[in-house]
């Protein structure tokens, strides 16, 4: 069963526990998502959910459309499985194009150019020896994330359930073992505003790649680029995604192990791959948090795509 901010997604729904004193607009805001993801099918009102953010409706509005980019009405039509279909069907031809131009090279994400450098066979034996691995905590549209780095790039990214940042923090280290691991929340903030930037958010052509450093197989790694070249508000399947790597229909299942293995999701958008039929198909870091991430980024795409 889904799991978010330490509860089932239908505990949560069923909870609709009063919201923090003091708490920030942004955390209100995540909570809504959360609220969203496990209610969608019950379309809940606008004073619903101003109610629950402990704020009026106005407000709540006026947040949620500058945090997320559209109203929480249009929002919420993102998250149904036949939005999910027909996402599914519009994406196909322009898929298509992007990877007929070919997956070698850096890849664009977010209008923001974003590069990986994966470990040698080496390297990734020794389990980081002689690497400083430097980590932090923070705010994203999708709740607290964990984000990890080297002097060589970004190497880590997850998203945190409240009380959990230990439990996050060993899943994430694992193959890190040799590292030194320090946590440095004010080396790994600058990150975070290019990560999370807003689709269309034009970017200064003196501003350096985004690298990723990546630990991987010949096969995940080959998976994660093809990823990279997934426009926005774009969805596949694990099937097509292996027909467009040449590969037969049967290593479907293999996709899907590399694209569950991703260390940096977001980044490398593998929340952009579901099922033939709709359904999410699963998540490491929760399906709520996988259905937030598709609803958000098929709302700001579609309204960066409106004339202004």
């Known amino acids: 069963m889904m799991e978010t901010a330490g509860m089932t997604l239908n505990e949560v729904s069923r909870a609709g526990t009063p919201p923090q004193a003091g708490q920030s607009d942004a955390a209100r805001i995540t909570r809504a998502l959360d609220r969203l993801a496990s209610r969608f099918p019950e379309q809940p009102s606008l004073t619903e959910l101003a109610a629950e953010a402990g704020v009026s409706e106005h407000h709540f509005q006026r947040m949620f459309t500058r945090r997320v980019g559209v109203s929480p009405k249009k929002f919420l039509q993102h998250l149904t499985l036949e939005a999910a279909k027909q996402r599914l069907r519009d994406s196909a031809s322009v898929l298509d194009a992007a990877y007929d131009s070919g997956l070698s090279g850096p890849g664009r994400l977010h209008d923001l150019f974003v590069t990986f450098e994966a470990m040698t066979p080496g390297e990734y034996k020794a389990e980081g ?20 780095a080297t002097a060589r790039g970004i190497c880590g990214l997850g998203f945190v359930a409240a009380g959990e940042r230990d439990a996050a923090l060993a899943r994430m280290s694992r193959g890190w073992g040799r590292a030194v691991l320090r946590r440095d929340d004010a080396a790994t903030a600058a990150y975070i505003p290019r990560i999370f930037a807003q689709p269309g958010r034009p970017v200064s052509p003196e501003s350096p790649p ?19 070249t997934m426009p926005p508000g774009t969805l596949t399947t694990y099937q097509d995604l292996a027909r467009r790597l040449g590969l037969p229909l049967g290593a479907a299942r293999a996709v899907g192990n590399a694209n569950g293995a991703n260390p940096v999701p977001w980044l490398i958008p593998c929340h952009r791959v579901i099922r033939k039929t709709g359904a999410l198909g699963g998540y490491a870091w929760g399906e709520g948090c996988k259905m937030v991430m598709i609803g958000w980024e098929a709302a700001r795409a579609e309204a960066s795509a409106q004339p202004s």
Request: hydrophobic share 45%.
């Open 129 to 148: 020896e002689g690497l400083t691995v430097r980590y932090g905590f923070h705010d994203s549209p999708f709740g607290e994330c964990l984000l990890m």
């Open 210 to 228: 985004l690298r990723v450093l990546l630990r991987g197989s010949r096969f995940q790694l080959k998976v994660w680029q093809a990823l990279l």
